[in-house]
């Protein structure tokens, strides 16, 4: 069992093909790929729950992967529709609970994941996922070029291009 991009791509394929063996091993696979993911963002006890939604989804999408395309964007952006839905839920608990309430630390980071989530939206999405995956999420040059499909080279240019097209958006505003 292996979490690397051509593993979990191979294993797609066969479960969308009906292998019941490779979906098994797929889904174990995800799983450990997603609680990693999830480790950085939320808090422990919140992991457990996000990566079970994250697969369910998964599975509901199943037949929409493109074995022309890479595996794990495709599952990272799942994994991160699920985990704005989540932040969204507590904010909006938050809101129900206690209009009158000081916001914490904790609500303030949702609030700045938020925003900074609104500003990559402006950006192309090889810029957007480039600067998520090397200036958030601390992923190496090489890793983001791997998970992106894109050149060590365009992965730095689009992460350049990037930064600075948000530092104009934030000094136009």
Known sequence: MSTDEPSLAHLMAASQRGDRAAYRA??????????RYFARRIAPGHIDDLVQETLVSMHRKLATWDRDRPFLPWLAAIARYR????????????ELGDNDA???????A????????????FLPAGQAQAITLV????ASIAEASQICGQS???VKVNIHRGLKKLAQL????
């Open 170 to 173: 934030i000094e136009s505003e």
């Open 102 to 108: 000081a916001v914490g630390a904790e609500d303030e």
């Open 135 to 138: 200036k958030i999420e601390g």
């Open 152 to 154: 060590e080279s365009l």
């Open 110 to 121: 949702v609030h700045a994941r938020l925003s900074l989530d609104r500003m990559l939206g």
């Open 26 to 35: 797929l889904l174990a696979d995800s799983r450990k790929w997603l609680e």
């Open 83 to 94: 985990w704005i839905d989540m932040l969204r839920r507590q904010r909006d608990e938050a």
